[in-house]
């Protein structure tokens, strides 16, 4: 089993910036995407950003433009670069990513990290 850990939420002004971490560590034969995910109160949990392994990246409309996810393929990380934070952004971010377990390809999520844009 795969288990996925994020760091670096927490409280900022609007317009200021927050970095998140995710590194996956434990038992899987591989990783495809790997993404981070969103859920504002009263909401569903949306899409923020994924890449895949070679580079390639979808970004919610939301973000585009603010928002900046990269990844680290041998060390099974992705980062997520928040710049120019509003307070529509505050919501708990979620690590996600594409595992394959016993030849057997799962979703597999954090337990998230609280972001708070707020004065």
């Known amino acids: 089993q795969v288990q996925l850990l994020e760091s670096g939420g927490g409280l900022v002004q609007p317009g200021g910036s927050l970095r998140l971490s995710c590194a996956a560590s434990g038992s899987f034969d591989g990783i495809s995407s790997m993404g981070w995910f969103r859920r504002a109160p009263g909401k569903e949990r949306e899409l923020v950003a994924t890449?895949?392994?070679?580079?390639?990246?979808i970004y919610a409309d939301p973000v585009k433009g603010r928002f900046t996810i990269s990844r680290d393929n041998a060390k099974n990380t992705v980062t997520l670069q928040m710049n120019s934070l509003k307070p529509e952004d505050t919501a708990v971010y979620y690590c996600g990513a594409m595992v394959k377990v016993a030849d057997t390809w799962r979703d597999d999520w954090g337990p998230g990290t609280q972001v708070t844009v707020s004065s």
């Open positions: 890449v895949t392994s070679d580079g390639r990246t």
